[in-house]
């Protein structure tokens, strides 16, 4: 089976990619591991800047259908100390450079605005092999097989198409998220929904930090981050929920019983995600006919700018195909030169905030950081967001 432009995953990148392929007029298809759109929840809230996230939509006809998602008063955000004190206070302007949707809403929308057929679920990828002169064979573990004239890996941190541009890997940053939830927040965790506020919550000191997002239907969204290493989460059981919340909980010691709920209290088994980055300054020699996309091509540290940056090389790469249609290696230059520029720069962004909120000096320098860059446009900078 042949499909001339293929894409491996059916993220937020793939899908605007192919949305913005659709229209200009040119067919893809996406090879997406999940068995079904609704194989999984999707993760929580996002911000969507207006540079970027909102300038794919844009490009890919969506403005309309992604006004109708945002979540109001998303972007309200404060900062406290250990002890619960309110040190910065931003309420939602409504200037909606950087709205907040949740993710799956998102992805929804994204999906329900390609053709049928568009998106083969249960596709995953076992192996590629490079067929020469720019094609490519993608290898699926069901045993069948396609083969491609521009293979674009869209499949995030681990990719399997990354592979054929560079011998990199993902290595560990050195800090840990560990997600929870408090559902009927208002009624049942009043006190703690109270100190959250109505848009994001970051309380910090050195080496550790509770961050958590309101979202609709009164959900406490949390990202509790700690600087350990690898060894030292390993060694929790997170297979026994309580026992690993009370574990993490030991960190927090002495912070406000408010603050620390959010990790008690949660009502979902709590989830370890690691973070992992690409080196510093990664990028790779153009190979003939593939290239990669949002996560697979610039892992960092999750500071509000992943999703932006994946929906955005999505649309980019989609209007660099449009625009040499006669040539994929003229498309593929076009595209990744700009590209590797932009996520350079947003890798440093991304350490700094990493520093703003876990180092020697937080909570305060990511108070200084807030009043001093634009308050809450600021604030969607430092936002967690895995």
Do not use: C
């Not at 939509?57 to 109708?68: M, Y």
């Not at 040190?87 to 709205?99: C, M, T």
């Not at 959010?262 to 300054?281: F, M």
């Not at 990669?292 to 540290?301: T, V």
């Amino acid at each position: 089976m042949t499909t001339p432009i293929t894409i491996i995953g059916a993220g937020l990148g793939g899908l605007t990619l192919a949305r913005v392929l659709h229209v200009h007029g040119i067919a893809s298809t996406i090879y997406e591991a999940e068995p079904s759109a609704d194989a999984r929840t999707q993760g929580g809230q996002l911000d969507i800047h207006e540079h970027d996230g909102q300038a794919a939509l844009d490009a890919a006809g969506l403005t309309p259908e992604f006004h109708a998602i945002i979540r109001p008063g998303g972007e309200a955000a404060r900062i406290l100390d250990l002890h619960g004190t309110v040190l910065l206070d931003e309420p939602d302007e409504g200037s909606g450079r950087r709205p907040e949707v949740l993710r799956g809403d998102l992805r929804r929308m994204l999906l329900d605005s390609l053709p049928d057929g568009t998106i083969q679920w249960g596709k995953k990828v076992t192996g590629v092999v490079s067929l020469g002169g720019g094609a490519h064979e993608v290898i699926f573990d069901d045993g069948s097989a396609v083969r491609t004239s521009l293979l674009v890996g869209a499949d995030g941190a681990w990719s399997r198409v990354r592979p054929l541009l560079s011998s990199a890997t993902p290595r560990y940053a050195g800090t840990t998220l560990v997600e929870t939830y408090l559902y009927d927040a208002d009624e049942r965790h009043s006190a703690t929904a109270q100190v959250v506020g109505e848009g994001a919550m970051y309380a910090a000191a050195p080496g550790k930090a509770i961050q958590a997002h309101r979202e609709a239907g009164a959900v406490l969204h949390t990202y509790v981050a700690l600087h350990r290493p690898e060894e030292w989460f390993d060694a929790i059981d997170f297979t026994d929920a309580p026992a690993a919340a009370a574990r993490i909980a030991e960190e927090f010691a002495g912070w406000a019983p408010e603050l620390t709920a959010l990790i008690t209290d949660g009502e979902s088994a709590p989830v370890k995600r690691p973070i992992h980055t690409l080196p510093e300054g990664f990028r790779w020699d153009r190979v003939p006919g593939v290239t990669l996309i949002g996560d697979a091509a610039h892992l960092m540290p999750p500071a509000g700018d992943g999703a932006n940056l994946a929906m955005f090389d999505g649309a980019e790469l989609g209007k660099a195909i449009a625009a040499n249609p006669n040539s994929v290696e003229a498309a593929l230059r076009t595209y990744e030169e700009p590209m590797f520029l932009r996520s350079e720069s947003a890798a440093v962004d991304s350490k700094e905030i990493q520093d703003l909120i876990l180092g020697d000096r937080a909570p305060y320098a990511l108070v200084e950081f807030f009043t001093g860059a634009g308050g809450v446009e600021a604030r969607n900078d430092a936002a967690p967001h895995a």
